[in-house]
């Protein structure tokens, strides 16, 4: 039998877990495996925990991007400002959100909306080069922030068609589904965080007196209580998904004729 020698380039071709078996063997350390979890929750290179009140700013739009935030706890929300000084909320932001993710476009690139807290909130600030390593070594990542991505476009894309088919009523109501979190794995939060009928006009598109008739409305059919609090209840949903929202309310108050005159009776009479 001829024995062929060993060349460098079979080593290349061996395989990798034969490799660090025989690293293992000879003293070596074997990397541990990429864990996500305690990658988004734990400090470490290019990676920082910062904690931040109601009302205080992650970021302001126009300022340097060089991060991406992951949210841990709490809710935010990112915001638009037109150059006349008009403020738009864009989305809501929940506990497992990415946001900041223009800053891995590349270097010099600017915010493009304000990200604020909503409730206090903790957060994981991870530097561009940081995150885009990351991304690139490690596969169990990349699924990960994929799958965050596409779901990110499909309520992206929700967002847009609610916008463009659905009255102003409808759109609250979903709004305020998407607070309460349902629809999303595990129990829904039926006290949603602390928002204002301003804000809530801003995300639907409509105008704050709108949204207190609206609101007026949903609590006197028993969808929602508030007193201080916005408490969502099932029943809003139940109504939305079987489209029973009351015609009235779709666009605008319903007007009703006021009583007729009694010469408008004597009139009506004759043409009987």
């Known amino acids: 039998m001829v024995h062929r020698r060993r060349t460098r380039r079979d080593d290349v071709y061996r395989q990798p877990d034969r490799i ?112 885009l390593r990351v991304l690139h070594e490690e596969h169990a990542f990349s699924d990960f922030y994929l799958k965050f991505t596409v779901i990110r476009g499909m309520r992206t894309q929700a967002d847009l068609v609610d916008q463009l088919f659905n009255s102003s009523e409808r759109r609250l109501a979903r709004a305020l589904l998407l607070m309460a979190e349902y629809g999303e794995p595990g129990e829904p939060e039926t006290l949603i965080p602390p928002v204002t009928q301003q804000a809530l006009a801003e995300m639907i598109g409509t105008t704050r007196s709108r949204v207190s008739f609206f609101m007026n409305r949903f609590r006197k059919l028993g969808y929602i209580d508030y007193k201080g609090r916005i408490r969502v209840h099932k029943s809003l949903l139940n109504t939305v998904l079987h489209d029973e929202l009351p015609e009235e309310n779709a666009s605008r108050p319903k007007l009703l004729d006021p009583p007729p005159s009694p010469a408008r009776k004597a009139k009506r009479a004759k043409l009987a």
């Open 20 to 131: 660090q078996e025989e690293a293992v063997q000879m003293g070596g350390v074997k990397k541990k495996p990429f864990d996500t979890s305690i990658f988004l929750t734990t400090e470490g290179p290019g990676r920082s925990i910062v904690h931040l009140a109601a009302r205080q700013d992650f970021f302001s739009q126009g300022d340097p991007a060089d991060s991406v935030f992951y949210l841990q706890t709490g809710r935010a929300k990112l915001t638009v400002a037109s150059k006349k000084g008009r403020e738009a909320t864009v989305t809501l932001l929940v506990d497992g959100d990415f946001f900041g993710e223009e800053s891995m476009a590349g270097a010099g690139t600017l915010r493009t909306a304000s990200a604020s807290a909503i409730t206090a909130c903790t957060a994981l600030k991870i530097a561009r080069d940081r995150i």
